[in-house]
């Protein structure tokens, strides 16, 4: 079965919540992080469904 991936920046803030649910339930799941204000959200961005994070990826 495909492991859901979810997308935030690396830290807290709203991704987190999502990353203790999936924690507190032992799902497996892909910790995918950017850097905050790093060179590499810009690209993501443009391909991200709503330009926005946390973004969650399952199943395509
Ligand atoms: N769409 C979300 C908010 C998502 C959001 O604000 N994400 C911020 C980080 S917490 C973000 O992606 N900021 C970067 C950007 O907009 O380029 C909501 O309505 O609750």
């Given at each position: 079965?495909?492991?859901?991936?979810?997308?935030?920046?690396d830290?807290?803030?709203?991704?987190?919540?999502?990353?203790?649910?999936?924690?507190?339930?032992?799902?497996?799941?892909e910790?995918?992080?950017?850097?905050?204000?790093?060179?590499?959200?810009?690209?993501?961005?443009?391909?991200?469904?709503?330009?926005?994070?946390?973004?969650?990826?399952?199943?395509?």
């Amino acid at each position: 079965m495909a492991v859901p991936q979810l997308y935030y920046f690396d830290l807290r803030g709203f991704g987190e919540y999502i990353r203790l649910l999936y924690l507190d339930n032992k799902i497996e799941f892909e910790d995918i992080r950017y850097n905050t204000g790093g060179e590499e959200w810009p690209e993501v961005k443009k391909k991200m469904i709503f330009g926005q994070m946390p973004a969650l990826k399952h199943n395509g």
